[in-house]
Every structure is written in structure tokens, then in C-alpha cells.
């Protein structure tokens, strides 16, 4: 689903964005737009909520036609 390769996007950006964070005390979000404003807040808001998105890919089943691994 289009909505799954979304929330996985915004999920790693989040990931990335807490890594350059804890490495190098620098936040790549709030640096891009500007400081900590309403467009930052949305990013944060958006990657929040990918990643409870994500959540539901760990409890689903494999569609069928894919073989496994």
C-alpha cells in the first residue's frame, strides 16, 4: 500500500532527524524550516504519527502471492 512506503518514509526521516540529534545535538528538522515554528510542528506531527502507523506493519499478515524469505 501507497500509505505503508509513506509512513516507512517518514518514519526513517524521524529516525534519521533523532539520530543527527543524539550524535551531533543538531536538528535537521527544525533547521530546514526555519527554527521551531508551525511547519516544524507538522513534520514532528506527521513522522508521529507514521510511526503509530507503523506499528500496525508488525501485526499484519504476509500478502499472498509474495513468496517468503
Known sequence: MII???AL??????ALNWGSIGIFNFDAVSFLCG?????????F??????GIWCISLLFREREAGRDEA
Do not use: H
Open 4 to 6: 505503508d512506503r509513506i
Open 9 to 14: 518514509i517518514l518514519s526513517i526521516i524521524g
Open 35 to 43: 527554527g521551531t515554528n508551525t511547519v516544524s510542528r507538522v513534520i
Open 45 to 50: 506531527t506527521l513522522v508521529g504519527l507514521a
